[in-house]
């Protein structure tokens, strides 16, 4: 089988292993920002744009997201 062209690589298997870091740290700024978000809407009991639970949701959803790119920031690095 031959080999997948460098530069058709971020085609096909994403971005690089810098790119992959930045996306996972993006996310999880954005993940605390939700959590942190829905614990006050919780603590004073009111809705700040969606109820807490939402924002629970949403920040879980986010740590997924950063989860799957340290992964794959990881094997792009592990890759070379």
């Known amino acids: 089988m031959a080999e997948v062209p460098k530069e058709l690589r971020p085609w096909l298997f994403g971005r690089s292993a810098k790119q992959q870091a930045r996306l996972m ?7 605390w920002a939700c959590l942190i978000v829905g614990i006050v809407g919780d603590a004073i009991d009111k809705t700040l744009g969606l109820e807490p639970t939402s924002w629970f949701i949403i920040g879980v959803g986010f740590l997924l997201a950063a989860v799957w790119h340290w992964f794959r920031a990881y094997h792009a690095a592990k890759e070379g």
């Open 25 to 31: 740290m993006a996310f999880t700024l954005v993940c």
